[in-house]
Nanobody, 120 residues
Framework: QVQLVESGGGLVQAGGSLRLSCAASGRTFANLMGWFRQAPGTEREFVSAIRRSDRSTYYRESVKGRFTISRDNAKNTVYLQINSLKPEDTAVYYC??????????????WGQGTQVTVSS
């Protein structure tokens, strides 16, 4: 089992920045860790992921250049730096983890989510 706890969400004005954190505990060797988000009335969508073994990163097209994912393996923590926030980034952001496979889907472990609200 892997336990994931997100933090760092909040209310920010458009154009602002946030850094989300996801701390993992338990069986913490999860090669892939990702971020997803879900806005009200929509399905949860992939945002970004990072592979532990080679630090490969993956992003959905709409966040490229604004979002940066990173991980600190010593701290078992993954970060999502979000810059130039837009109102359409408003959502609950979820951290997820799994051992291997497609970085954009089918994760095994999930955090409880952290709310990001962007005001215009």
């Amino acid at each position: 089992q892997v336990q994931l706890v997100e933090s760092g969400g909040g209310l920010v004005q458009a154009g602002g920045s946030l850094r989300l954190s996801c701390a993992a505990s338990g069986r913490t060797f999860a090669n892939l860790m990702g971020w997803f988000r879900q806005a009200p009335g929509t399905e949860r969508e992939f945002v970004s992921a990072i592979r532990r073994s080679d630090r490969s990163t993956y992003y959905r097209e709409s966040v490229k250049g604004r979002f940066t994912i990173s991980r600190d393996n010593a701290k078992n923590t993954v970060y999502l730096q979000i810059n130039s926030l837009k109102p359409e980034d408003t959502a609950v952001y979820y951290c997820a983890a799994k051992l291997a496979g497609d970085p954009r889907s089918s994760y095994d472990y999930w955090g409880q989510g952290t709310q990001v609200t962007v005001s215009s």
